[in-house]
């Protein structure tokens, strides 16, 4: 769903340079690989969405974008804990 909805954007935002400093978010979302590496990397490794997530949110369907990667936010950290808790 990221590559589909999403990556259109990415690239337009790219394409404005709008990620200065940030030398991954242009191809954050690109393939399906690259997406779940992305979603992997921010719940674990945390400080990086908001790099990706601003631009995305200023856009007019920015909304969209927030509500989907906090359900991906919490889903993935569910499922992260029902791994911890179960062993």
């Known amino acids: 769903?990221?590559?589909?909805?999403f990556n259109p954007?990415?690239?337009e935002i790219a394409a404005e340079d709008g990620y200065r400093g940030c030398d991954r978010c242009p191809q954050a979302l690109a393939?399906?690989?690259q997406a779940l590496l992305t979603?992997?990397?921010?719940?674990?490794?945390g400080p990086g969405?908001?790099?990706?997530l601003k631009s995305l949110v200023e856009r007019?369907?920015?909304?969209?974008?927030l509500m989907f990667f906090i359900a991906?936010?919490?889903?993935?950290?569910?499922?992260?804990?029902?791994?911890?808790l179960a062993f």
Request: proline share 2%; aromatic share 10%; net charge negative.
């Open 1 to 5: 769903v990221a590559v589909e909805a």
């Open 9 to 11: 954007i990415v690239q």
């Open 31 to 33: 393939s399906i690989d």
């Open 39 to 45: 979603f992997v990397y921010h719940n674990i490794g």
């Open 49 to 52: 969405w908001g790099v990706l």
């Open 60 to 65: 007019p369907s920015g909304i969209v974008a």
């Open 72 to 84: 991906v936010y919490v889903s993935v950290n569910l499922g992260l804990l029902n791994l911890l």
